[in-house]
């Protein structure tokens, strides 16, 4: 049940994370605030501890009003600048496990060398918001031993490919010494970084990012294992308005874009690489599914007219897009709702009242409260429940 104070739709301000791999436009621009030298990753909307949501209205946080029962989701807009680190999310039974053992441990929740920050698990669904690349599971063998062929530094990585498969390659990679990391990785950046500094590769190409990414982490002496991950994964474009889901113990990341993402409440993380964070490969590799999976890409749904529906592969949580003009009714919703404006100011009201909210601002609808939008402005609203 929700509280008392939350029986009528509230404004929340979003918590921003200025990651270090974020952009300096589509967040300030959404916050009408100047962007300033640092970067603005992600704007979080939900009760998760690392980023508390602000109920202005209440003068509090979402966190707080619902200590007894925190949103089951968590909605980010992010803009990716640079590459991420390659990561993967735990399953609910390896976060339940991971999250004690750490806390067991005595490790603070807030420690760089932390893993799990809480128990829960992070399946999560991305929709584009401009055009992204990203890196999504495995490929298939035949397609890793035709990436590394023209590099003769790799042909040790592709006879263990074809002589023990790609689990043991995959976990070889990871267990690479510095001085094996450096036979493989300098010749392959002699060769790979010149090109595209000539913008010989396209975006399209696995050496395109590849070399993007070691550019970001110190040129031709990068020895970051997961330059080597990155010839594994599959390497997907997304376009404006698509959505891809990622279950856990999936490796994937973001390599450019802006995109919106709604997930499970959780910030559990575990990297493999492209990172100057914490990494802990065998905490990985106990978690990672290394096999060839096909994308989990989410097909949108036209229910009605400025309606669109994500039918998601997630009994937590269900996703929305509302546009055009006209009025129309928010979707019917038995947990709580929240929605991010991303577009004109839209207003609001319900049996008993309305409200208005600004661009760059979300709204927390109470549960069987029916709210009508009016039909001024260019809507563009993203509705989780």
Same mark, same amino acid.
């Given at each position: ?14 918590? &921003? ?17 100047? %962007? ?6 992600? #704007? ?13 209205? #209440?003068? !509090? ?12 989701? =968590?909605? /980010? ?13 735990? @399953? ?29 698990? /992070? ?32 042909? *040790? ?11 043991? #390659? ?18 392959? =950046?002699?060769? +790979? ?12 190409? $696995? ?24 010839? #594994?994964?599959?390497?997907?474009? +997304?376009?404006? %308005? ?24 959780? @910030? ?8 100057? /964070? ?6 990985? =590799?106990?978690? &990672?599914?290394?096999? &060839? ?29 509302? $546009?055009?003009?006209? *009025?129309?009714?928010?979707? &019917?919703? !038995?947990?709580? %709702? ?10 609001? *009201?319900?049996?008993? %009242? ?13 549960? @069987?409260?029916?709210?009508?939008? @009016?039909? *001024?402005?260019?809507?563009? =609203?993203?509705?989780?429940?």
């Amino acid at each position: 049940m929700m509280p008392a104070a939350l029986s009528t739709p509230q404004i929340l301000r979003g918590h &921003v994370q200025h990651y270090a791999w974020g952009g300096r436009h589509l967040i300030p621009s959404l916050l009408q605030q100047p %962007g300033g030298d640092q970067p603005w990753a992600e #704007l979080w909307f939900g009760s998760h501890e690392q980023g508390p949501t602000r109920v202005p209205g #209440l003068q !509090t946080t979402l966190r707080q009003l619902l200590a007894d029962q925190p949103l089951p989701y =968590l909605l /980010k807009v992010l803009e990716v600048a640079e590459c991420l680190s390659i990561q993967v999310h735990p @399953d609910r039974q390896q976060a339940i496990e991971g999250f004690a053992r750490e806390e067991a441990a005595g490790i603070p929740r807030e420690a760089a060398e932390r893993n799990y920050r809480d128990a829960n698990h /992070k399946p999560e669904v991305m929709v584009a918001l401009t055009h992204c690349h990203l890196l999504y599971g495995f490929s298939e063998p035949a397609r890793i031993l035709a990436r590394l062929a023209p590099y003769p530094s790799l042909a *040790s990585l592709a006879h263990l490919l074809r002589r023990t498969g790609l689990e043991t #390659l995959y976990r070889r990679v990871l267990q690479l010494s510095l001085a094996e990391r450096d036979t493989l990785l300098g010749p392959l =950046l002699a060769q +790979v970084i010149p090109a595209y500094e000539q913008d010989f590769w396209d975006q399209e190409s $696995h050496e395109f990012w590849l070399a993007k990414a070691a550019q970001q982490q110190g040129g031709r002496e990068c020895r970051d294992p997961g330059l080597l991950l990155m010839l #594994l994964m599959e390497l997907l474009e +997304v376009a404006p %308005g698509e959505a891809i889901f990622q279950p856990a113990r999936l490796p994937h990341a973001y390599l450019h874009g802006c995109n919106l993402e709604l997930m499970a409440n959780s @910030d559990n993380v575990l990297r493999a690489g492209l990172t100057g /964070k914490h990494v802990d490969s065998q905490a990985l =590799l106990e978690v &990672v599914d290394i096999a &060839v999976r096909p994308p989990l890409r989410i097909q949108p749904l036209q229910l009605e007219a400025g309606c669109t529906s994500y039918p998601l592969p997630s009994a937590e949580f269900h996703l929305f897009h509302l $546009h055009g003009q006209q *009025s129309q009714w928010l979707p &019917v919703h !038995t947990g709580p %709702g929240l929605f991010l404006n991303l577009g004109d100011v839209i207003h609001l *009201s319900w049996p008993g %009242g309305e409200i208005r909210c600004a661009r760059g601002e979300a709204l927390l609808i109470p549960p @069987d409260c029916r709210c009508r939008l @009016d039909g *001024s402005g260019e809507r563009n =609203l993203y509705f989780a429940c």
